[in-house]
């Protein structure tokens, strides 16, 4: 019985000991159990900009899409720089507001969110050392795109729907087949979709890759 008694004295020490050593680990890495399943499946994803990076211009979509939930029916909250801003009109699940922001650095809360990015515009501030430069695309002349450049729109009198992608013909307008073959060494018939290897909204990747080459070619072939 004193035997029972030791071992489950021990076991609850050792459980104790295991419960402090992931705090500890928790508290190191800046997250919590929550924060990291959530993550796994954001509800909030967002496809322009990125956190800590560098945009050549001040006048830029902020583009994110929200997945449905129950319990998160409203738009998520948006502030820059300490100042609650509106998001244009546009239909759930897509949220897009159109910035224009002073050369420097700044903070962008979406939802839960918090972004920090850096605009370089005509200045030759220091930007802040290794951050990337993320380029929006499709490149637009006035730092704005269009989502019916690449996208079926549908509009009415209160909001724009931005409805799927036409990838690949969208991409077709701008990039045609000839280039597609001088560009790339992977032919075209067996790709789905141009966004199975491009982001296609922007990225500080060359050749605005999702991944590094290898990454992308690994996830089809061994």
């Known amino acids: 019985m004193g035997v029972c008694k ?5 076991s609850v020490a050792q459980s104790a000991s295991y419960i402090l050593l992931a705090l500890v680990c928790l508290e190191l890495t800046g997250g919590s159990a929550g924060e990291d399943a959530h993550s796994i499946r954001p509800s909030l994803r967002i496809l322009f900009p990125a956190d800590r990076s560098i945009i050549e211009t001040g006048k830029f979509q902020l583009i994110c899409v929200q997945r449905p939930q129950s319990h998160q029916k409203d738009a998520p909250r948006l502030v820059v ?3 609650r801003m509106r998001w244009g009109q546009y239909r759930p699940p897509v949220f897009v507001a159109r910035l224009n922001l002073s050369p420097g650095r700044h903070k962008l809360q979406i939802g839960n ?8 515009g005509n200045r030759t501030l220091p930007a802040p050392r290794g951050w990337q430069v993320f380029r929006a695309h499709p ?3 006035n730092g704005y795109m269009e989502c019916r450049s690449c996208h079926n729109v ?3 009198k209160d909001a724009i729907a931005v409805l799927t992608p036409r990838t690949p013909d969208a991409c077709g307008r ?3 087949d000839v280039q597609f073959e001088a560009k790339h060494f992977h032919p075209k018939e067996p790709l789905d979709s141009c966004q199975m290897c491009h982001a296609v909204h922007g990225s500080s990747r060359k050749a605005l890759l999702k991944k590094p080459l290898k990454e992308l070619c690994a996830t089809c072939h061994d």
């Open 113 to 120: 969110r918090t972004l920090a990015i850096f605009i370089r």
């Open 6 to 10: 030791g071992v489950h004295r021990w």
């Open 174 to 176: 701008c990039h045609s």
């Open 139 to 141: 490149p637009a002349s």
């Open 81 to 83: 720089d300490g100042v």
């Open 154 to 156: 549908k509009r009415d």
